[in-house]
């Protein structure tokens, strides 16, 4: 499983464009990104998943540069409901893919 | 959407009882499930990779005399807290994959285990 790095921390403000940065250097050419919202006492839900350039769904888009070390979730004008944990994750989406381990995942605040 | 349905979503018992979570596949059939654990503020460590018929693969670190998983079904997985101590005390969350789905993996609830 390719090792995740992302800030520990990152605070906002209503309204605002917040972009996360996930570094993966170590990708393999099968593997997907993924990420993950969870809250408190919850368990993490999906959000988007993308394998090359550029996803945008209903709630997120996720930019994935040509060299796919990285990616950015962008969450588009956020509001306190927002505020929880956002996890990048980094697998093949393949039959046999047993391997489902979290990085340390980005603790998201949103202020008023 | 593929939903995985966690019971209990809470529960406390006392020392050296143990205790079994239950983790269903209610719209979709899931040959793997996979056990995390949860710390507050710490991120889901992954315990155990549990196949459908088969034993159960555990993380380095993870006593499996300690936390049994049975994976009897294509819809049911359990994992059972034997002789649990207030250490054991954490959030358990489990995930299923639906080969049927581009996107794959959906996660439990979550059940909340209080030790006292």
């Known amino acids: 499983l390719a090792k995740t790095t992302q800030p520990i921390s990152m605070d906002s403000y209503e309204g605002q464009e917040v972009n996360i940065t996930c570094s993966h250097n170590n990708i393999a050419t099968n593997d997907y990104i993924t990420w993950y919202q969870q809250f408190p006492s919850q368990g993490p839900r999906f959000i988007i998943q993308g394998y090359k350039t550029k996803v945008t769904n209903e709630v997120a888009s996720l930019f994935i540069p040509a060299d796919r070390k990285s990616s950015t979730l962008s969450l588009p004008r956020v509001s306190l409901s927002d505020t929880a944990v956002y996890y990048c994750?980094?697998?093949?989406?393949?039959?046999?893919?047993?391997?489902?381990?979290f990085g340390a995942g980005t603790r998201l605040t949103v202020k008023p | 959407g593929a939903v995985v349905s966690q019971h209990p979503s809470w529960v406390i018992c006392k020392s050296g009882t143990s205790v079994k979570i239950e983790c269903r596949s209610l719209d979709f059939q899931a040959t793997t499930m996979f056990w995390y654990r949860q710390f507050p503020k710490q991120s889901l460590m992954l315990m155990a990779t549990?196949?459908?018929?088969?034993?159960?693969?555990?993380e380095q670190g993870v006593e499996k005399d300690k936390f049994l998983i049975n994976h009897a079904s294509l819809t049911l997985s359990t994992l059972t807290v034997t002789s649990a101590h207030p250490e054991d005390s954490s959030f358990y969350i489990c995930s299923a994959r639906d080969y049927g789905a581009r996107y794959g993996y959906t996660f439990g609830s979550g059940t909340r285990l209080t030790v006292v």
């Open positions: 994750l980094v697998a093949p989406v393949s039959y046999n893919n047993n391997d489902m381990r």
């Open positions: 549990s196949n459908e018929g088969s034993k159960a693969t555990y």
